[in-house]
């Protein structure tokens, strides 16, 4: 049984498009985030979302719009995507403060 | 700001061998914690093993064992009987232990473990 998952997998695109990446979790976390992993292998944190409250929203360009329907699910909307856009994106997850659980990975690729 | 140093950006190790991860951070939190993850080729991240600052009692989750060492802020990663599957990036990573607020990973820059048969 998948605990978080991604979709898609990978994700390939030409510069200006929109484009959604979307994550859910059935382990019954409350809390949700999203990271990028650059060229480089660094992972930073994004955006952090508490029973569908965002809770951080790090220096991110506003092209970059997280959506949180429901605490299992936490979508991130990318409009007019730009090269410096590509990276893998994790989604994770994790019950208030305990241990996150991160999710297979999206490979994003701007064209 | 709260910040995590790998200064090996790689390691490598003989299988069956015993290997030390470094890992370094700074804080100026009194209550946190740390992890390690694995990033293998696949991508996907794997939690290896969690300490709480609080704990003076290392970590260990089989073949995996830590060295916190709070005072000098230092938490290391000990893999003993190394396997081919031990592969992978391996990234240190800080957590402050606040309510309701930041409950943000700061990851290190990571270490490339290659184990060679």
């Not at chain 2, 592969?87 to 957590?95: D, E, H, I, P, T």
Request: aromatic share 12%; proline share 4%; glycine share 4%.
């Amino acid at each position: 049984d998948t605990a978080v998952s991604q979709t898609p997998k990978y994700l390939v695109t030409q510069m200006g498009n929109d484009k959604s990446i979307k994550c859910e979790q059935n382990l019954g976390h409350d809390t949700m985030y999203w990271y990028k992993q650059d060229s480089k292998k660094f992972l930073k944190i994004m955006f952090s979302y508490n029973n569908k409250e965002l809770i951080i929203n790090e220096t991110v360009p506003n092209r970059f719009s997280p959506k949180s329907p429901d605490k299992a699910h936490l979508n991130l909307h990318i409009n007019s995507l730009e090269l410096g856009d590509s990276a893998v994106y994790f989604c994770a997850s994790s019950r208030h403060t305990d241990t996150q659980y991160f999710g297979p990975g999206t490979r994003l690729t701007v064209l | 700001a709260q910040t995590v140093t790998q200064s090996q950006p790689e390691m490598s190790v003989q299988e069956a061998e015993t290997v030390t991860l470094s890992c370094t951070y700074d804080t100026s939190e009194s209550d946190y914690y740390l992890f390690w993850y694995k990033q293998p080729p696949s991508r996907q991240m794997i939690l290896v093993i969690r300490q709480e600052a609080y704990k003076q009692q290392n970590a260990t989750e089989n073949r995996f064992s830590v060295n916190f060492q709070k005072a000098a802020k230092s938490f290391s990663l000990k893999i003993s009987d190394s396997q081919l599957g031990d592969a992978a990036m391996y990234f240190c990573a800080y957590r402050p232990h606040t309510q309701g607020g930041s409950e943000k990973l700061v990851f290190g820059k990571g270490t490339k473990l290659t184990v060679n048969p």
